[in-house]
């Protein structure tokens, strides 16, 4: 190791005159170079193992170990305790964490590592009754398939007293409020958090049940019978099509696309104490993000193949490759392109903008998470206060001018304002939203809190 790290220092040190670019960087040394980072069993860690992988965290002076976690709170109390240095994250976990919902930590994010990657998965037997409402064209179900074909088969369990029964893999995930936003949109209620009155199981007034099932867990769960339905990311919607067990019936870019899916997050903490270091974590994260995009996505194959290993996902090529490499399969043999169903750089995926912050406290206000109506201005302040694109911004400068990046590989940081256009992102039941008017985008949901109702 220790031959490792003087080799290390001599690079990021630069020796001007053999590495006149690197001799450019203004960021200093780390702080701490040895480095654990948790991260989850799913293809949108990818950014991490790339960067491993491909000597860019070696780069920066930082000699990183890669461990896979039980599950997103697991991960989640590690960060906070110290015994990770940081994490792959669901997109809500740091806003989440710093509104006290559940634990209480002040956790940032300086990094997004990917857009979309989800889908919503039924069994056999409830597809099968789905498909019934589904209009079809050459044989082949009309995509998106709306949950309005759904909500016949939800009405009818109610009536039995046996309502659906939904996994998705945490309280604040991504694939919570997808599923949610999905069914909503198909007028089924999902049902109420009251955190308040001690209700965390968001069923208050629900159509359906939905709980908490670790992601890799979701396949045999959906065999057994104890779930109905999914929602989660890959490579677990695609392993319940190879199994035969289940069907992906909509993948999330089509309930909304284009908002940061997962962050790398560290706690405030750690991150004032390691300024360096957090910096140097995001150049090396930034660049692997370039590298799976990069030429129209020609590296995926090779992502792919590193991800399945046992140490990452862990699960078989075909199966990753499946979504990884801008295709997906539905029914089985009903494979369609979709290029976009993973992004890791484009559309300036990996900076973390404010309205996508917004976007995920306008959910948690939605279903009750947070119990109480706020302010316009509350949500912005929530925003900054978790989503660091300032620490973005220096990582991105410092790439620039190593000549590693392009300048016009990123936003345009004398006019970005935090908030992506609001024609960037678009929803299943073509609701419109403007970060910058929180209050009014949710007001404007049939179902779902308004106003100051309260759960």
């Known amino acids: 190791m220790a031959y490792r790290r003087l080799k ?36 949108d860690m990818a950014p991490l193992a790339v960067a491993y992988d491909r000597g860019y965290f070696e780069d920066e002076g930082l000699f990183v170990s890669l461990e896979a976690q039980a599950n997103w ?52 037997d409830l597809w099968a009754k789905m498909k019934k409402q589904v209009p079809m064209k050459g044989g082949k179900p009309v995509h998106p398939i709306s949950a309005s074909t759904l909500k016949p088969v939800v009405d009818q369990a109610l009536k039995q007293g046996k309502p659906l029964k939904f996994g998705m893999v945490f309280p604040v995930s991504t694939h919570n409020y997808e599923l949610r936003y999905w069914l909503a949109a198909g007028g089924i209620n999902p049902g109420f958090y009251a955190p308040q009155r001690g209700n965390t199981a968001g069923n208050l007034k629900a159509d359906v049940q939905i709980s ?19 929602c989660v990311g890959e490579p677990w919607n695609q392993q319940a099509v190879f199994r035969g067990i289940g069907v992906p019936v909509i993948a999330d870019q089509a309930i909304r696309n284009n908002v940061a899916e997962k962050v790398f997050g560290v706690s405030r903490q750690w991150a004032e104490a390691h300024p360096n270091t957090h910096i140097r974590l995001v150049k090396a994260l930034i660049r692997a993000g370039q590298w799976l ?19 990452y996902v862990g699960a078989d090529y075909p199966i990753i490759a499946n979504s990884m490499t801008g295709k997906f399969e539905f029914e089985k043999g009903d494979q369609r392109s979709l290029p976009d169903f993973n992004v890791f750089f484009r559309y300036h995926a990996t900076y973390p903008f404010y309205s996508d912050a917004v976007w995920y406290l306008t959910q948690m206000r939605r279903w009750g998470q947070i119990p109480e109506a706020k302010p316009d201005g509350w949500y912005l302040e929530m925003a900054k206060r978790v989503f660091r694109p300032d620490i973005y911004r220096e990582a991105a400068q410092e790439l620039i001018s190593e000549g590693k990046l392009k300048a016009s590989d ?3 940081f004398a006019t970005e304002s935090g908030f992506r256009p609001v024609s960037a992102t678009t929803f299943i039941d073509g609701i419109r939203f403007d970060g910058r008017k929180p209050n009014a985008y949710i007001d404007s949901f049939r179902i779902g809190l308004k106003g100051k109702q309260v759960p």
């Open 410 to 412: 990123f936003p345009d």
């Open 73 to 124: 709170k697991v991960l989640l109390d590690r960060v906070i305790s110290g015994e990770l240095d940081g994490a792959h994250m669901l997109a809500g976990q740091p806003l989440g964490a710093t509104l006290g919902y559940g634990t209480k930590a002040e956790i940032i994010t300086a990094f997004t590592m990917d857009l979309n990657g989800n889908a919503c998965t039924m069994s056999n």
């Open 212 to 230: 908490v099932t670790p992601p890799p867990q979701m396949p045999s769960t959906l065999e057994a019978g104890t779930i109905n339905g999914y």
């Open 8 to 43: 290390s220092w001599l690079v990021v040190a630069g020796l001007a005159a053999a590495l006149p670019v690197m001799a450019q960087a203004k960021v200093g040394f780390p702080e701490k170079d040895e480095l654990k980072l948790g991260f989850i069993k799913l293809t």
């Open 293 to 311: 995009d990069a030429n129209n996505n020609a590296n995926r194959p090779a992502a792919a193949k590193l991800i399945s290993k046992s140490i």
